[in-house]
């Protein structure tokens, strides 16, 4: 729990309101969650389940336990991510929002002057342009086909190195001579790996030419819709510190520092969107949202 005003870009913060809203991130390895209520920014997660109603309503209950707000208080619940479809919560109005305009307003929301973000998350990633001056998505490109250049194939390679997905990355950090990973696909790197293994090279260098070679994925694709500053680095990849150390070493770019953990950036913007329905702002809902499918 934070004072919002402490978490809020100071630009945007008297556009926030007293409307008590969730936003919920379903993406396919954890939930995140998200209320505003009474000047406070309450975060909640949890790692998804089979059934994406289960995990929402398991979020809820963990903000509104947190909060003290009683359910019949919020005026509105927008839902995001990989779990987005057909939420239901009883007399709560709520709306879906697809995940790129979600984290494009969330992170607009940490930093006013973002313009370029790289999300990454399990099983997809993300390269989007957003105006500065509203938050709107410009361009947008992913990788869904392929698990290279997301949180799966990372966790694939923690487990080859006996690593758990939170020690891959400082290993990285260990590293003096990065392996070279040349492929960009999961199945020839995997092989990579072991080959790299056999041949006595250290766990550290090893994770780091991973991290590389995750990187150099997401870099094709900011290179295809151009990277502007400020950079803000969201999903829940985002706490990484190997793809971190990566990314702005390929873009030469550094990453922006917000006050809130970025895995959270998504259902934060899915909380502003539920604060402007609630406030009646469907033309702003309508104008921002990707209501429709990825």
């Not at 289960?54 to 619940?77: F, M």
């Not at 392996?179 to 790299?196: G, M, P, T, W």
Request: proline share 2%; glycine share 10%; aromatic share 4%.
């Amino acid at each position: 729990m934070s004072d919002w005003k402490e978490i809020i870009d100071a630009d945007l913060v008297s556009t926030i309101t007293d409307d008590v809203a969730v936003g919920l991130d379903l993406g396919s390895r954890t939930g995140k969650g998200v209320l505003l209520a009474g000047g406070k920014l309450y975060t909640a997660i949890t790692p998804t389940g089979v059934y994406m109603q289960e995990t929402a309503d398991k979020l809820l209950d963990r903000l509104l336990k947190q909060s003290k707000v009683a359910r019949e208080d919020i005026a509105y619940i927008v839902g995001t991510g990989y779990g987005r479809i057909a939420l239901s919560f009883g007399g709560i109005g709520h709306k879906i929002v697809t995940e790129i305009s979600c984290h494009a307003m969330g992170s607009h929301y940490l930093n006013a002057k973002v313009r370029s973000i790289v999300d990454i998350g399990g099983q997809d990633s993300k390269a989007i342009r957003v105006d500065p001056a509203t938050g709107k998505v410009i361009e947008f490109i992913m990788n869904d086909k392929c698990a290279a250049g997301t949180g799966r194939f990372l966790e694939k390679v923690a487990h080859l190195l006996d690593l758990t997905l939170e020690q891959l990355g400082a290993e990285a950090l260990k590293a003096d001579a990065p392996a070279d990973v040349s492929s960009q696909c999961v199945v020839f790197a995997e092989s990579e790996v072991i080959s790299l293994k056999a041949k006595g090279v250290s766990a550290a260098n090893i994770a780091a030419g991973i991290h590389l070679a995750t990187a150099r994925r997401v870099r094709n694709l900011v290179n295809r819709i151009g990277l502007e500053p400020d950079l803000v680095f969201s999903g829940g990849v985002s706490n990484n510190p190997g793809m971190t150390k990566a990314l702005e070493e390929l873009l030469g770019h550094p990453i922006s520092k917000v006050k809130l953990d970025t895995i959270y950036a998504g259902a934060l913007g899915a909380a502003v969107f539920a604060q402007k329905a609630a406030s009646r702002s469907d033309s702003d809902l309508n104008d921002f949202a990707l209501l429709q499918s990825k």
